[in-house]
């Protein structure tokens, strides 16, 4: 087995009362992640619930920062430093204003987009050059703040629509841990009605 430890962060902010935003949506995917893998958030470690195990014959570190959204490096950062990781060895998974919603982007470096957590995480990391995958959800209707339609709840038929998008997330996060990060994009990147 492969000894380096791949940490992958979904982002969102802490609380129930927050728990089905649009801005939650990396905890969501990095949930059921958990879930199929039977992985438990169940501990508490540089101001992020941790739970450590293996997938697809590699030790991971799933990381839900409990810092709120705009100071999510301040987790990450120390964690991946910690494990001694390489960026490369980070996916982050968060929400896409940019991208229409129930659409999936996986990259292997850039930038913020302008999304704060990202900004903290570079930030703290002093890097860019680490994977991300993004969930689209889309712009807000009319003149709407984008801050408070992030910060909604998804509606009923939103979450619904998006159970196949987080599964494909997820399958994505499993290929990336597999395959590397090539495979895992050939997969999330391809338009969903391709065979």
Not at 125 to 139: K, N, Y
Not at 160 to 167: G, N, R
């Amino acid at each position: 087995m492969d000894e380096r430890r791949r940490i992958i962060v979904g982002l969102g902010n802490p609380g129930k009362q927050y728990a089905n935003n649009r801005h939650n949506a990396g905890f969501m995917v990095v949930d059921r992640l958990a879930d199929r893998h039977g992985l438990k958030f169940t501990r508490m470690m540089s101001k992020g619930l941790v739970a450590l195990g293996e997938i697809e014959g590699r030790k991971v570190a799933l990381v839900k920062p409990q810092t709120f959204m705009n100071l999510s490096g301040e987790s990450v950062a120390p964690i991946v430093k910690f494990y001694k990781s390489e960026p490369s060895d980070l996916l982050v998974v968060y929400d896409e204003l940019d991208l229409p919603a129930g659409q999936l982007r996986m990259r292997p470096k850039g930038g913020s987009g302008g999304h704060n957590g990202m900004k903290s995480i570079i930030a703290r990391l002093g890097s860019e050059d680490f994977p991300r995958l993004r969930i689209g959800v889309g712009r807000p209707p009319g003149r709407r703040d984008p801050k408070d339609f992030l910060l909604d709840d998804f509606t009923h038929d939103e979450l619904a629509a998006l159970e196949p998008v987080f599964d494909r997330a997820v399958e994505g996060i499993r290929r990336w841990l597999s395959d590397g990060i090539d495979n895992a994009m050939n997969f999330v990147n391809k338009p969903t009605d391709d065979p």
